[in-house]
């Protein structure tokens, strides 16, 4: 498909008519509890989306990728005007960075991996990043490791076979050394029931340098595929971080990015060789930046895995970006449901992600009640 011939029209024969404000409710398959920061994630969010028609009946949608502006600046413009087929989305117009990919796909008959160059394989691995603190829960009555092996077990007949796993109890919801021996424990029992699994860790800042090497030590026969966010970017601290792990597990690799990141700053050490995979959200950093950021990510010899947590359309998201760019080795999963969003067209079955063959993000525009159009 994507080497089918482009419509005759181009991008300036559609004029925009309307943009629509709707809302997106989540549904988790469970409670998705703490992890080292924050207390329970809940069971799922309602997050804001955009539709935006056409005077040609072509219609795109997708999560808005910062605070809704004024849709006057958008009605009556060309798509054209507002969508570069190398380039992206003006910044101007950047709260409609998936919607506006998703139109010119549709407009175009190309998926969005095709329109970003199709660097990379369309099925892409894809890790359980629902792994949080169930062993903790309820404070009444705690239910252990076995609810963390339970959720894993849950989650592989969603068709993940990798799990992300949260740690740093012990910054905040235990004492420091029970919990940093818990977080030990989770980890090994997870190794032993899934020999075979990709098992990365998220402290989400969770440790200081030397309790987090003490960490790696007493698991380092568990082949770590990652480490992530073990605690506050330091230049400094990567390095010592990346020269032990040489040593005690030298294919772990170092992640991070996630949390307010200084992009300039993790390109300078990711160019030092202590940090490995780059993780800004692939919304609320962006598709259209990550588009311009990719190349001079590899060219510092790191690769990226654009943050995904919170919704089931930013997996989704993080899919077509990792098929288009390339230099993405696995995306984030996030279980869970998008409620009246036909998904269907992707399948995750054996820890793969595969990214529909359609146009746009191949996501039929949701037929809502609760839109605001302008």
Not at 187 to 206: F, M, S, W
Not at 211 to 224: I, K, S, T
Request: net charge negative; glycine share 10%; proline share 7%.
């Amino acid at each position: 498909m994507i080497n089918r011939q482009r419509g005759i029209m181009s991008l300036h024969d559609h004029t925009v008519v309307s943009v629509e404000t709707i809302k997106i409710t989540t549904r988790y398959p469970r409670t998705i509890g703490r992890n080292a920061r924050l207390g329970s994630h809940g069971d799922g969010p309602t997050s804001d989306a955009a539709i935006i028609r056409t005077d040609t009946g072509r219609a795109g949608w997708g999560l808005l990728a910062g605070p809704a502006a004024d849709p006057g600046t958008v009605v009556g413009r060309p798509v054209g005007d507002l969508f570069d087929e190398e380039d992206g989305v003006p910044d101007e117009h950047r709260w409609l960075d998936f919607a506006l990919h998703d139109l010119a796909g549709v407009i175009l008959d190309q998926p969005v991996y095709a329109l970003l160059g199709a660097a990379g394989s369309p099925t892409v691995p894809c890790y359980d990043g629902g792994i949080y603190f169930a062993d903790l829960d309820p404070d009444d009555a705690p239910r252990g490791i076995d609810a963390v092996l339970g959720h894993c077990a849950d989650d592989t007949g969603l068709g993940f076979t990798d799990f992300k796993l949260k740690i740093g109890r012990g910054n905040r919801w235990m004492e420091r050394e029970t919990g940093d021996e818990r977080d030990i424990a989770v980890t090994r029992a997870v190794r032993a029931a899934y020999p075979e699994a990709r098992i990365l860790v998220d402290a989400n800042d969770g440790y200081d340098l030397d309790g987090f090497l003490r960490y790696l030590d007493a698991v380092a026969d568990c082949n770590l595929y990652w480490v992530e966010e073990p605690f506050l970017d330091s230049a400094a601290d990567l390095a010592a971080l990346r020269k032990h792990l040489d040593r005690v597990s030298p294919k772990t690799l170092i992640a991070d990015g996630e949390s307010h990141p200084d992009v300039d700053k993790l390109l300078d050490i990711a160019a030092d060789g202590a940090l490995d995979m780059m993780l800004m959200d692939v919304v609320s950093y962006g598709l259209t930046p990550w588009r311009r950021l990719m190349p001079t990510v590899a060219k510092a010899g790191a690769q990226a895995s654009p943050h995904a947590w919170g919704l089931p359309l930013k997996t989704l998201y993080a899919a077509q970006l990792a098929a288009g760019l390339g230099n993405v080795p696995i995306v984030e999963g996030v279980p869970g449901d998008t409620v009246d969003v036909d998904t269907g067209r992707y399948l995750i079955k054996d820890g793969l992600i595969t990214v529909p063959d359609q146009p746009g993000f191949g996501i039929p525009v949701p037929d809502q009640l609760n839109s605001g159009a302008s």
